[in-house]
């Protein structure tokens, strides 16, 4: 694990992305109730505490204010211990993470889960893009260090429980306890 900054922290941050519908928020709280780590799910604190510049109606989402999640989230990341669950991964501090984990699903998968949360059909197909193309995993490569980004599959139920174990046993083995 390449340590930095984070020398310091006594557990470890772990950042889950991936294009919508991989399993992110759901891998994300089982895994924070599986260790007892922070969950922290980007999209509903930029809503909570207003941490975006309006809406945009062509992508139906918040347009987020990176600068001010970044701030908002300074110290808490500095005390280990969270879980951070988002779409995108290049503003956050590469002192931040010791893993980053890019949730993966098969395109017909995909297609159902965005479709039963009623995305319109051009937002299913901008994220049905972003997923052949691997957008997320190579946003993943370009901002972090190469040993600490690592892709998951994330089709089934199976699949999450099996990442679940994998991030768990991963955090647990990481914690610096003094």
Not at 29 to 53: C, M, P, W, Y
Not at 91 to 116: A, C, G, I, M
Request: proline share 3%; with cysteine.
């Amino acid at each position: 694990m390449a340590q930095g900054d984070n020398d310091m922290r006594k557990k470890p941050n772990i950042l889950i992305t991936g294009t919508p519908g991989t399993g992110k928020t759901t891998t994300a709280s089982a895994l924070a109730e599986a260790t007892q780590f922070r969950h922290i799910n980007i999209g509903d604190l930029v809503k909570e505490k207003n941490l975006h510049d309006g809406w945009d109606d062509q992508f139906d989402c918040y347009i987020i204010n990176e600068d001010l999640v970044c701030d908002e989230l300074e110290d808490i990341m500095e005390e280990g211990g969270n879980i951070v669950d988002y779409h995108g991964c290049d503003f956050f501090p590469e002192r931040w993470f010791d893993q980053v984990v890019v949730l993966q699903t098969d395109n017909s998968v995909l297609y159902d889960r965005l479709s039963k949360r009623g995305y319109s059909e051009t937002k299913i197909s901008n994220n049905m893009e972003c997923e052949i193309f691997q957008v997320l995993l190579e946003e993943a490569k370009e901002s972090y260090p190469e040993g600490i980004v690592v892709a998951l599959r994330s089709d089934s139920i199976d699949d999450i429980t099996n990442n679940i174990a994998t991030l768990t046993h991963w955090l647990t083995t990481r914690q610096n306890v003094p």
